[in-house]
């Protein structure tokens, strides 16, 4: 098996952007802007796997370069402005049973 892949992994450590793990399942971050989960007994070699192949783990990060990765995906993607609220009639709106003014 080639040193960038672990086993039961499908994906190479060169694809790999970043990670997080709560007890034994991993969250990762694709250089494609893709989430991957993994279930994986062996925590501690699979970390060292990440550590090796220098994926980032996002909590040893202080957060400026998750905003930056952020400001940099979202400004790939536009953003759709919402749609104006109409504005309703008072005379038409009752909250409580019997109020409505015909």
Known sequence: MPKN???GFH???EELS????????FILSTKQNKLVTFYCKETVDFLQWLEVHHVRDVKQNDGAAV???VREVMSKTPLKQPKPLKRLNSQSVSFLPGEAKN
């Open 67 to 69: 905003r930056k990765e």
């Open 18 to 25: 970043a990670f997080s793990v709560v007890e034994d399942i």
């Open 11 to 13: 994906l190479p450590a």
């Open 5 to 7: 892949s672990f086993p």
